[in-house]
């Protein structure tokens, strides 16, 4: 079946807020997948296997103090650690359906007052997705969830600044609020050079 992106996996990546219902959704996605007969795998961030995601895992149950920069430079680290993996994955016909990914990297941190594009540009490099779901919930019938509250960033408060750091426009906004959004939006794709993608790319 024709060239080489066609042979590839897919990157998928799920974003969202906590219990936005990623993991439900993304294992439906990959019985599916592999229903049809393709080879697929679950991953997710953080991913708490290595070194780094152990430390992240220490912060978010509290368990552990580190400053807001450091926390996203492991994060993104986190990221880092596992491109070789995904892209030899990804070479071989494997779909990678994926929870969370820089895009949570750059919300979950600016939300909490770092530059944007100070945690934008420790993540270029890595591989940009295929397509990415965002699963919109509002903060507050997210904490109506099982489980809510476990870990440090599981807080209404937080959670709603997060949510408005994902970038999604609210399109019952006024025309000209929703076109200035778009404005700012646009001009920062252009200055970034994205293009359709194909072959894998890297962001
Ligand atoms: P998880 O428990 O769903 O794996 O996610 C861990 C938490 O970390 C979740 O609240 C989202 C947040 N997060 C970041 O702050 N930065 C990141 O880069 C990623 C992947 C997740």
């Known amino acids: 079946s024709g060239g080489s992106s066609?042979?590839?996996g897919a990157l998928v990546v799920l974003e969202g807020l906590d219990r936005s219902g990623k993991t439900s959704q993304s294992s439906r996605l990959l019985s599916y997948l592999e229903g049809l007969g393709h080879s697929a795998e679950l991953w997710r961030f953080l991913d708490r296997s290595t070194d780094v995601g152990q430390m992240i895992s220490s912060y978010l149950?509290?368990?552990?103090?580190l400053d807001d920069h450091t926390i996203h430079l492991l994060f993104?680290?986190?990221h880092w650690e596992k491109r070789s993996l995904m892209e030899?994955?990804?070479?071989i016909g494997t779909t990678l359906i994926v929870n969370h990914y820089f895009y949570s990297g750059v919300a979950f941190s600016s939300a909490?007052?770092?530059g944007v594009e100070w945690c934008k540009a420790?993540?270029?490099g890595l591989l940009a997705p295929d397509l990415v779901l965002y699963l919109d919930i509002q903060p507050e019938k997210a904490t109506e969830r099982g489980g809510y509250g476990d870990e440090r960033y599981e807080q209404l408060e937080f959670q709603k600044k997060v949510s408005q750091c994902?970038?999604?426009?609210?399109?019952c906004?006024?025309?000209?609020?929703?076109?200035?959004?778009l404005f700012v939006r646009r001009n920062v794709c252009i200055k970034n050079h994205i293009k359709p993608r194909s072959n894998l790319t890297i962001v």
Do not use: F
């Not at 149950?61 to 103090?65: G, L």
């Not at 030899?88 to 070479?91: A, I, M, P, V």
């Not at 994902?166 to 399109?171: F, M």
């Open 6 to 8: 066609e042979s590839r």
């Open 61 to 65: 149950s509290n368990k552990s103090q």
């Open 76 to 78: 993104s680290a986190n």
């Open 88 to 91: 030899t994955k990804l070479k």
């Open 112 to 114: 909490k007052g770092l």
């Open 122 to 124: 420790l993540e270029v």
């Open 166 to 171: 994902y970038q999604i426009v609210d399109a």
């Open 173 to 181: 906004q006024p025309i000209e609020d929703i076109e200035k959004q």
